[in-house]
């Protein structure tokens, strides 16, 4: 006797248009719900279990999915069927009905239905549970290929100094990542139920450390793509890492664009007679001329102390002059003052 179409969207409660992530969260529902941990004892539960399990099983592998609703135009709810063209044929060995798709991408079948047995062929599954000729890892062919073009690619963010801009080098990187879960290859459940090891979220967290090359003219916000570095595949293939460069603050530092800004304190004398004055850059301190009757607000510029270009030359450093007074005067200084005031 043929086995009984199984709808797999009605068992999850989701619509044939449901997205990937609408499956997952459906799955994670039921699956909390009828979990055998909370109804021991209770078959209804036990069999409702498997069922979601299985449905889950294909709508979240989308060639699975894919190969599933072909066949669905085929068949009422509730009717009987044959396994369509295309199947396993009779007289056709396990191991050449999967190699047609690549032999990767099934989980585990011991407690799946003859329904599924029937589409995907495992009908003459071994006692144990598990087709010894496939393996539950996915390839850059056959059903991998629609795993493989999840999102491979991998965002982080660098934390960088003005002094990091100016010395260039390399700095080491290190940051979490979701990482798909090896024990049930992303799918959130074994053929136990859920996966302890991701508990049903099909991911992990891992931690990547790498060394990153500061280039030149690198400034705040821009990205980073280091190819190759993203995640992996089990059949090889990895994605890239972007990484966003974060610049911190500088409380002497200003930044616009290549220039660098930063206010110099002036003594009124010096400000007015004009003098030898130290001003910091990144490498230490440069002296310039300030020239006699400068005011607050005056912006001096010294050549080649601002950031790294792309090409290898440096922006400007620019100085913005605040006359201040002494927090101690002398009582010589007072005097003086006082006569300067009464010469006005």
Request: proline share 3%; with cysteine.
């Amino acid at each position: 006797m043929s086995p009984k179409y199984k709808d797999y969207y009605s068992i999850l409660g989701i619509s044939k248009t449901a997205t990937q992530a609408e499956v997952k969260s459906a799955f994670r529902k039921l699956a909390l719900k009828y979990h055998p941990d909370k109804n021991k004892g209770n078959k209804v539960a036990e069999s409702k279990f498997k069922e979601i399990n299985e449905a889950n099983n294909v709508l979240s592998a989308a060639q699975k999915r894919k190969m599933y609703d072909h066949l669905g135009s085929d068949w009422q709810d509730g009717q009987n069927f044959t396994p369509p063209r295309g199947g396993r044929q009779r007289g056709q060995s396990q191991q050449q009905y999967h190699s047609g798709f690549g032999n990767q991408g099934f989980e585990q079948s011991g407690d799946f239905s003859d329904f599924f047995k029937s589409i995907f062929g495992f009908d003459d599954i071994n006692q144990g549970g598990q087709n010894q000729n496939f393996s539950s890892h996915y390839s850059p062919q056959g059903f991998g290929q629609d795993r493989m073009q999840s999102n491979l690619d991998m965002e982080a963010e660098l934390d960088l100094s003005l002094e990091d801009l100016i010395s260039g080098g390399q700095k080491i990187l290190t940051f979490n990542y979701k990482n798909s879960c090896s024990v049930c290859s992303g799918q959130g459940q074994t053929r136990n139920g859920i996966c302890s090891t991701c508990r049903g979220s099909g991911e992990t967290i891992a931690e990547k450390r790498i060394q990153v090359k500061i280039p030149r003219g690198i400034r705040n916000n821009s990205k980073m793509r280091l190819k190759g570095q993203g995640k992996q595949e089990a059949g090889g293939r990895t994605g890239d890492l972007y990484i966003k460069i974060h610049l911190r603050n500088n409380p002497d530092f200003a930044v616009t664009g290549d220039d660098l800004e930063t206010n110099i304190r002036v003594m009124p004398w010096d400000a007015a007679l004009g003098a030898d004055i130290s001003v910091p850059t990144l490498n230490g301190y440069v002296k310039i001329k300030l020239p006699e009757n400068s005011h607050t607000g005056k912006m001096m510029r010294i050549s080649s102390q601002g950031l790294p270009k792309k090409d290898g030359t440096k922006g400007n450093l620019y100085a913005r002059i605040t006359i201040d007074i002494p927090s101690l005067l002398t009582q010589e200084q007072t005097e003086l003052l006082k006569k300067l005031r009464d010469l006005k």
